[in-house]
């Protein structure tokens, strides 16, 4: 799961070199929530 934020987060980082906002952020957004989840779950593993 981390590894689909990275390509997300990469992904916004050259669209938005490349002048594409609108798929910048979209892609911020979905990289933001993939680490969010991969973080909550991360505690649920470890508290088990």
């Known amino acids: 799961m981390i590894e689909l934020a990275i390509l997300f987060a990469i992904l916004a980082i050259v669209a938005g070199a490349l002048g594409a906002g609108g798929v910048a952020g979209m892609s911020m957004s979905i990289a ?17």
């Open 32 to 48: 933001k929530w993939l680490i969010i989840a991969f973080v909550i779950l991360a505690i649920i593993t470890a508290l088990l």
